[in-house]
């Protein structure tokens, strides 16, 4: 069983950065691919960022590209997003996610949350204007 634990959430102004990280526990030696997504009260849950198991390929959502960062250290079972110039549309609880093995890598596959298998309890998000 795969445990994802997401931090780094918190209350910030307008303009301001935050970084979340996502640790995985379990299945140790199985890399997966690994998404962001959000949701804000009222509102589906929507993709934020993915980034392939070796980090080579990134899909961001139209409204987070240029401010957001997605990566990954293998080495420590954590993925990261690195928001800056935040905004208050980014309010909502920030989840991470891992990749259904076996699925092929594109922006088709990995922006789609029903194609994600293990999911964290997610992490609060806030910013005030």
């Known amino acids: 069983q795969v445990q994802l634990v997401e931090s780094g959430g918190g209350l910030v102004q307008a303009g301001e950065s935050l970084r979340l990280s996502c640790a995985k526990s379990g299945r140790a030696g199985t890399v997966y691919a690994m998404g962001w997504f959000r949701q804000a009260p009222g509102v589906e849950r929507e993709f934020v960022s993915a980034?392939?198991?070796?980090?080579?390929?990134?899909y961001y959502a139209d409204s987070v590209k240029g401010r957001f960062t997605i990566s990954r250290d293998n080495a420590k079972n954590t993925v990261y997003l690195q928001m800056n110039s935040l905004k208050p549309a980014d309010t909502a609880v920030y989840f991470c996610?891992?990749?259904?093995?076996?699925?092929?890598?594109?922006?088709?596959?990995?922006?789609?949350?029903?194609?994600?298998?293990?999911w964290g309890q997610g992490t609060q998000v806030t910013v005030s204007s």
């Open positions: 980034i392939s198991w070796n980090g080579g390929d990134t």
């Open positions: 996610a891992a990749l259904s093995p076996g699925l092929p890598l594109n922006s088709g596959t990995m922006t789609r949350q029903d194609n994600y298998v293990y």
